[in-house]
């Protein structure tokens, strides 16, 4: 007994002596942490205490929007004698981060709220080292950082997912945040201001922290509070969290990354601002985008519409052939107007031949102009670029007449012309006019589909045959595009006038899905499918499409008489027209009568079935095809009544040393 306790006294003083040493060891790791935490706060003068003395200046960039925005930045840093190194992540040692005194990160969010791929192993070390508890929180404690984010708040909750990221996790392991994370929001059409302001406040900032000959002295940088955002109201991203999603009140316009910005904040809404908010309603066209699209040739209509003059239409003013509308269809290309009642998509396709300098958004919140003025603003503003074309060698005297008179519109200059609430009534007014209607939906919108009055002819962009596909081509904004997608093709087959699958194809990335796409035409059962190559518009910073994506016509030939072959007569290939690239497959049973094609469409016929109020579908103005628009005709789909003409090529030669 006597042993038991001396045990139970010697085990109660070596409990004792566990935990007072215990105590001791903590205390003396909270006071290191305390004397850290001061010397960051409070720092002491001398610089030799950052291992670097040139920052680092980051930029996390796909398109090129962030790395142009960060040379920007560097060459302002430069010129206000502070010295920085441009760095790309791919080409930088994560590890190395512990060792800097000050890091710069311009980043753009790409695909679901992740980084540009080639920041993927960046973006991942920062993500595992922040949640790793073997790293420790103070990884980053010599470090001093500032993140500008680009993004677009039309994505929702992974609005700049990617430089918030950055932020949090360089805060988790100790960095010290200079500034609040800089957002540009391509939503109102100012990321080039609202990123100026940034960067003058980083210099300001920095500023106290310059020593000589350039380099950086961490010690004297003024560190502003988080409670403050880019324009000094109080940041709420709890709030924006809900706001920005599908149900919530949500911003939606969007411009192209280069050419947009920071939108109002919820507070300021109500206000006038210089992005064109009037009352609450905000204008969807914004200086930027207007001169943007105005540089392209587009006149742009109220503050949401536009028209631009077609090639095909000053082609066959001067009598050198016509559009594939013309050889499909019987359009007098002449007298065709291309314009369009909402500039706004749905989509950033990777092939968009606008190079995005138009709005993108998920829903109408923009002010909303009558659709009788958009019409005569659209008329006059094409019969006067049509005016413009007298004088032109070899412009017709009786095309250019006619052209005045415009009798045909195309409804897909660019956007998503169904987006537009009044777009029945617009559709009404044209054909009071007797001007038929051609209009082009991205099939986001089935139920716009469903409502939409009875129009000369309806087309769907089939841009892909799967859903991953189809995520990668046209990078729509929803959540739910498949679905959407899908629906809008059921919808379409309940319309009973014409209806068009329209495929683009594009090599290397959607022309072999020949099987996908034959299983979507039993969905929407459409009357005709249009097969056109991609159109190549040039470099862009938002497509990384080459010469190489684009098919010949004889690949663009074989999968159209593949797709036919596959649904064993119930299609066959009518028409196509060389020029153009493009092919036209027709449903036999409607169209083909006693051996002859039926694709033109009698104009007249369907301006008096429209007035006439009664139900009417796609055969009560029908019309034939001539021999020289038929699939194999030696005319290629070219109009023989017009005159060729061939280009002279004269590009330089390659260089063969």
Known sequence: MRIFETYNSHSARFTLLALLSA??????????????????????????????????????????????????????????????????????????????????????????????PDSGFFSNWLAESADDFRVGSMLLSRCKFAVFGVGSRSYGATFNAVARGFSERMRKLGGLQVLP???????AGDLDEVFDVWSWKLISVLKGGCVENGDFDGSKVVVESDAETNDGSEEDYGDDSDADGENGAETTIVDLEDIAGKGPSRKTRTMTTSNGTINGEKEMVTPVIRANLEKQGYKIIGSHSGVKLCRWTKSQLRGRGGCYKHSFYGIESHR???????????????????????????????????????????????????????????????????????????????GEPIMYPEINSLIDELHRRRISTFLVTNAQFPEKIKELKPITQLYVSVDAATKDSLKAIDRPLYGDFW???????????????????????????????????????????????????????????????????????????????????????????????????????????????????????????????????????????????????????????????????????????????
């Not at 094409?382 to 415009?406: A, F």
């Open 23 to 116: 105590s001791t060891l903590y205390c003396f790791y909270k006071s290191l942490r305390l004397k850290r935490h001061a010397a960051l706060l409070f720092p002491a003068s001398n610089p030799s205490s950052f291992s670097s003395p040139r920052g680092k200046l980051f930029f996390v960039s796909q398109t090129g929007t962030s790395e142009i925005l960060a040379r920007r930045l560097l060459r302002l840093l430069t010129s206000s004698g502070i010295s920085f190194d441009l760095v790309h992540p791919k080409d930088y040692e994560p590890e190395d981060l512990s060792k800097e005194a000050l890091v710069l990160i311009v980043a753009s969010t790409w695909e679901d709220g992740n980084p540009p």
């Open 181 to 187: 994370v800089g957002e540009g929001d391509v939503d």
């Open 336 to 414: 065709c107007m291309e314009a369009t009642p909402s500039l706004a998509c749905a989509n950033k396709c990777v092939f968009c031949w606008r190079h995005h300098t138009n709005p993108v958004g998920k829903s109408w919140r923009w002010k909303m102009d009558d659709p009788i003025e958009i019409v005569n603003s659209a008329i006059d503003l094409h019969t006067k670029m049509i005016r413009q074309m007298k004088g032109v060698p070899g412009v017709k005297e009786e095309q250019l007449s006619e052209g005045l008179s415009p009798r045909h519109c195309a409804l897909s200059l660019v």
């Open 483 to 657: 679905e959407r997608f899908l629906d809008s093709l059921k919808a379409l087959r309940e319309k009973q006038q014409r209806t068009v699958y329209r495929l683009t194809l594009v090599k290397g990335w959607n022309a072999e899905d020949i099987d996908a796409y034959f299983d979507l035409f039993s969905v929407g059962k459409p009357d005709f499918v249009e097969i056109k190559g991609v159109t190549y518009c040039g470099s862009s910073a938002t497509s990384k499409l080459t010469m190489e994506n684009v098919p010949w016509h004889s690949d663009v030939k074989a999968f159209s008489e593949t797709l036919a072959l596959k649904s064993k007569g119930e299609y066959e290939v009518a028409c196509e027209h060389v020029h153009s690239c493009c092919v036209l497959l027709a449903k036999t049973e409607k169209f083909k009568v006693d051996n002859q094609w039926f694709t033109w469409i009698d104009y007249e016929k369907f301006h008096d079935l429209v007035a006439s109020g009664r139900p009417f579908t796609s055969k009560d103005y029908m019309a034939a095809t001539p021999s020289w628009a038929v699939y194999g005709a030696e005319e290629g789909g070219f109009d023989p009544v017009q005159s060729r003409y061939r280009k002279e090529r004269r590009h330089r030669p390659k260089n063969t040393d």
